[in-house]
């Protein structure tokens, strides 16, 4: 009974832990705090790239079925551009100025975070 | 703000619970997700557990708090009223006078490598305003001249909490290479009181792992590879953690070019230019403990700065004592494991670098 429980809870569990592999390569885009969009990226034919606004810079955001990379910003140190592509779950690109992140999570055996 | 957030929290359990269709959830499962933009970097949580909504909130409320006292580049914060002493005694709280106590004790084991001092000459670079610029050698020379931690005097009261801090004139501290490990130890430490089962926090090149992932495995932490971007693989290896804080200090972090040469942020305190001790990252890892995230913050510097032979030098007399491991990468393509990692980290198989563990 006590293992039927753990049981229920594991899987319970695992469809809410989204830093595994049990769903596809996914990017979050999260402005000032708030999560905006979910993006399924396995699911994209061709890349896509959109702008975001917020806190008075702009970033061009470009999707692709593999990875997602911040092409242009006019924030002041361009931290976010050079971080580059990112394509592994746990890992994300940040631009504070901008209080804008793109988080990957999902998408197979990656880490569940990526330090550095 | 912070209704809206619970607001979310509560739709968010509401939504897992239909969708999931296991009729009630397991209330340790629940799972609140926070960014927090404070202190030139953001704090990313997954907070799980019946009180991961309300933990949240506490972290969001503990960052902003710590931001204002420890926050180099906010006129109203603690440190600020420091800084702007012009060598007259100032008057700090309890938590301000333990991080610079600590960051005393780690610039004394590290031979001054770490050194919170160097803050005119991170200015002069541009790092603090991200207005970069190469200072001419005479001015960093006349920098140098006010760095250095004798140039910095605690005073501790009577009472036994906070103390009274001196700077001589010129010198001005920055706790940048510090005080996120700070924070760090403040949500661990909230994860401890409000019972948090189990989650992660990710702040600036600072993570802490709480428990184990949900399905009962150890979090799996990617240490970045530092090659340039384009011809990144992602990372060089994975480290198994419960219960344990790691922290990444890399060149790749924050730097500039200019003609043709690139300057990154982690001053070497002798020269006051980036350190070139043929490391590009320095990840230190420890269990969870009293303070071992501002531990780890402050070594990951001081140990880039160090170089592989000294850094390594220290890991041999200290690590017992001071219970951390390492992972650096070098300038070459290597990567040095120390042994109590060993079990604990998995290489990227075709990352291109070569691993070695160190005893």
Redesign the interface.
């Known amino acids: 009974m006590a293992a039927a429980v753990l049981a ?10 989204r ?2 592999g049990t769903e596809d390569l996914t990017a979050e885009i ?1 402005i ?4 905006t969009q979910t993006v399924s990226l396995s699911a994209l034919r061709e890349s896509q790239t959109r702008q975001i606004t917020s806190n008075g810079h702009t970033l061009t955001l470009t999707l692709f079925a593999d990875g997602a990379q911040i092409t242009a910003s006019d924030c ?2 361009q ?1 976010c551009v ?7 779950a ?3 690109i ?1 631009c ?1 100025p901008a ?1 804008v ?1 793109v ?1 990957l999570v999902g998408g197979g055996d ?7 | 703000m912070n209704q809206r957030r619970l607001a979310a929290g509560l739709a968010a359990l509401a939504v897992a619970a239909s969708a999931a269709g296991c009729g009630t959830i397991d209330p340790d499962e629940a799972m609140e997700s926070i960014q927090v933009f404070a202190m030139d970097t953001v704090i990313i949580c997954s907070i799980y557990g019946e009180n991961s909504v309300s933990a949240a909130f506490d972290i969001e409320e503990e960052v902003y708090r710590l931001e204002d006292l420890f926050t180099r580049t906010r006129e109203d914060s603690a440190l600020s009223a420091v800084n702007a002493s012009a060598g007259a005694p100032v008057e700090v709280g309890a938590e301000l006078w333990t991080l610079l106590q600590d960051a005393r004790t780690y610039s004394d084991l590290t031979g001054g490598a770490f050194d919170i001092t160097l803050a005119p000459v991170s200015s002069a670079w541009g790092f603090t305003e991200e207005s970069y610029r190469v200072p001419s050698q005479q001015e960093l020379e006349e920098l140098l001249s006010g760095t250095g931690m004798e140039h910095l005097h605690l005073t501790a009261n009577t009472s036994g909490e906070g103390g009274t801090v001196t700077l001589d004139p010129g010198t001005q501290i920055d706790l940048g290479g510090i005080a996120k490990g700070y924070v760090s130890d403040a949500a661990a430490a909230i994860f401890r009181d409000m019972d948090v089962p189990r989650g992660t926090v990710s702040l600036g090149g600072n993570v802490y792992v709480r428990g184990t992932r949900p399905d009962g495995e150890p979090w799996m932490v990617g240490i970045q590879d530092p090659a340039q971007p384009e011809t990144s693989n992602a990372c060089i290896g994975v480290l198994s953690l419960s219960d344990a804080f790691a922290v990444t200090s890399g060149s790749y972090q924050r730097y500039f070019e200019q003609d043709g040469k690139i300057y990154h942020h982690i001053l070497d305190p002798q020269t006051g230019m980036p350190a070139q001790s043929g490391l590009v990252s320095v990840t230190v890892v420890t269990q969870e403990g009293e303070g071992t995230g501002t531990m780890c913050d402050a070594l990951s510097t001081a140990l880039f700065v160090m170089g592989e032979e000294q850094a390594l030098d220290f890991w041999r007399q200290q690590g017992e004592s001071l219970h951390f491991e390492l992972v650096l990468v070098t300038e070459d393509d290597r990567v040095l494991v120390t042994d109590g990692l060993e079990s604990a980290f998995t290489p990227q198989e075709g990352s291109g670098y070569t691993f070695e563990t160190v005893s």
């Open positions: 229920a809870a594991v899987a319970c569990a695992l469809l809410f832990w830093g595994g999260w000032d705090g708030e999560r002041g140190n931290y050079q971080t580059g592509k990112i394509t592994r746990g890992q994300s940040v504070v209080r992140s988080l990656g880490p569940d975070l990526v330090i550095g």
